[in-house]
């Protein structure tokens, strides 16, 4: 077993974890697992100068963007703006009318279905529907892909499924199909399945929504877990501001087919009308506390 | 005018470029078919759908169209005082034509049609994007079965249809219209061939089965992502393979002959 049923509380440090430090938002903020400062320098992702359109509606811009390795980037925006067409992008899922997307080193844009296999291998991802087969029971769906590229004997599979159905709170869940799920335990059965072959890079599609609170905090103490103690890098897309912003070590806000990112704490101290405007006033609130927590630390 | 000339031309170009992608997906599916593993389990599922649970539907037309052949024919045979000509022009236009065409498209209406929508819905849903994500190829996972499962039930449940088609004939023409059993059985046994009767019918058939596994899946897997496109593919389907098959049927009776 792994212990991902285990993974601590999102925001509270654990101890024992050597040379952590903790700034005033309650992060681990120099060293994150197994990604050093130096390390999360290089994007894991780095998107450039991608242009899309839908017809006559344009969603990128030249849009030019980072996503540091382990590192949790959480992307906001607007309906429309592209959150969950820039995921689909860095999946290869979607081909940008013009610009690049490398994956760790890997061109996306012009690699065929063999390359991007390759590149896949790497990535998890969470759609926002779930998109498991309604064909196939629970069990079966999160022990797919470990049946298809991995050489484990049915009983360490079954480890596997059941340790990472756990973590995300689903027990005797294992003959249901997806079709006899609430909306909230399909998400996370899609989650497991995300995680089942620990990816490097996981692409979650609005994980919280539809989530009640207790597993909220559930899942995002596992996705902070995953990110510290594993080094995950995390590409989120989120209308759940209080708990975007606590886990975010980056924001990227999308607006008029491009980007403006910074820290949580950037964002706080921003002038931006637009930007204050949206993150309304359950993220103001959250930032404003989170920066006098960080006056009150310095001080 | 010109606007419709050049509307023409944008269809005609939309219509070459599908049949590439088709070809192209035809392709695709046929390397899938040489890649390990075999989806046996997707396969034998899929022959179960469209196969097993088309035999009720193919017994019932078969033995029907062999009600209505056997009487039509007896009466039309019986105007020359050939009555004893029906088992061979019954098994004849049977084994022939009417067996792999008519499967053809009941199998179309039934499986093909039920096919698309399945795997038109996956799309819709992201499952086959789901599937991309997780570096299997949705063509290997879920389409290879299926439209190899429609060109392994094809031939076979042509054959049923046959079957029951002659044996609905022999029970009108014999037991109700009191033509003699023996002339009957042996009209079919000297008039129908292995080579050109037999394996023409086998062959016709294994070929509707290609067209309708590729023309299903591709319909599926290229509707458009909503509900109304779901329901556009499936009819595409049910018309397309219709077509192709009677044209198929056309072109390979004439080649044939040659």
């Known amino acids: ?299 | 005018m010109m606007n419709r000339i050049r509307k023409l031309g944008a269809d005609s170009l939309g219509q070459v470029e599908e049949i590439g992608e088709v070809v192209r997906f035809g392709g695709r599916i046929l390397l899938a078919t040489t890649r390990p593993p075999f989806r046996w389990r997707s396969f034998m599922a899929a022959v179960f759908d469209s196969g097993v649970l088309s035999v009720a539907l193919i017994c019932a037309s078969g033995i029907t169209v062999g009600f209505v052949l056997g009487l039509q024919l007896y009466n039309t045979l019986a105007r020359f005082g050939a009555e004893d000509s029906l088992g061979t022009a019954v098994g004849l236009s049977l084994i022939r034509e009417l067996g792999p065409v008519l499967t053809g498209l009941l199998v179309t209406g039934r499986a093909g049609s039920a096919i698309t929508a399945e795997i038109g819905a996956m799309r819709i849903s992201q499952q086959l994007d789901g599937l991309r994500m997780m570096a299997i190829d949705p063509i290997h996972f879920i389409v290879m079965p299926r439209a190899t499962a429609l060109a392994f039930v094809m031939p076979l449940l042509s054959a049923i249809f046959v079957a029951l088609g002659i044996s609905g004939a022999y029970l009108i023409g014999v037991e109700l219209l009191g033509l003699d059993g023996g002339s009957y059985l042996a009209g079919l046994e000297s008039a129908v061939e292995f080579r050109a009767d037999v394996l023409q019918s086998l062959v016709k058939s294994l070929i509707f089965g290609l067209l309708l596994g590729l023309i299903a899946t591709w319909r599926g897997y290229s509707c458009e992502p909503h509900s109304a496109g779901v329901s556009r593919a499936t009819t595409s389907t049910v018309v397309t393979a219709s077509i192709c098959i009677l044209l198929a049927d056309y072109l390979l009776t004439a080649l044939w002959s040659v």
């Open chain 1, 1 to 299: 077993m792994l212990g991902f049923a285990n993974a601590g509380r999102a925001g509270v440090p654990r101890a024992g974890h050597p040379g952590a430090s903790i700034d005033g938002m309650g992060r681990f903020e120099e060293v994150l697992g197994h990604v050093t400062e130096a390390e999360a320098e290089f994007g894991h992702v780095e998107v450039r100068g991608v242009a899309l359109a839908f017809g006559q509606r344009r969603v990128f811009e030249g849009l030019d963007c980072d996503f540091a390795r382990g590192r949790i980037s959480v992307l906001m925006g607007g309906s429309g703006t592209g959150k969950s067409t820039l995921l689909r992008m860095i999946g290869g899922l979607q081909r940008p009318d013009a610009g690049s997307v490398r994956v760790a080193g890997d061109v996306i844009e012009t690699s065929d279905e063999a390359g991007l296999a390759k590149v896949r291998n790497r990535l998890g991802m969470l759609f926002q529907n779930g998109a498991l087969l309604d064909s196939m029971s629970v069990f079966d769906n999160v022990a797919l892909p470990l049946r298809e590229h991995t050489d484990q004997t049915e009983s360490e599979i079954a480890d596997r499924v059941h340790d990472r159905l756990a973590a995300v709170g689903l027990l005797d869940v294992d003959d249901l199909l997806p079709g006899e799920l609430s909306g909230g335990m399909l998400r996370r059965a899609a989650l497991a399945r995300a995680i089942v072959t620990e990816p490097e890079i996981l692409l979650c599609d609005e994980p919280f929504s539809g989530l009640d609170p207790p597993n909220v905090s559930r899942i995002e103490a596992l996705l902070t877990h995953l990110n510290r103690d594993r080094g995950l890098t995390l590409i989120v897309t989120s209308h759940h501001m209080a708990t975007s912003l606590r886990m975010a070590h980056r924001i990227l806000l999308l607006r008029n087919g491009g980007c403006v990112e910074g820290s949580p704490a950037e964002l706080a101290s921003s002038r931006d009308s637009a930007i204050r405007e949206f993150l309304g006033k359950d993220g103001a609130e959250h930032l404003s506390r989170c920066g006098s927590e960080a006056q009150g630390a310095k001080g």
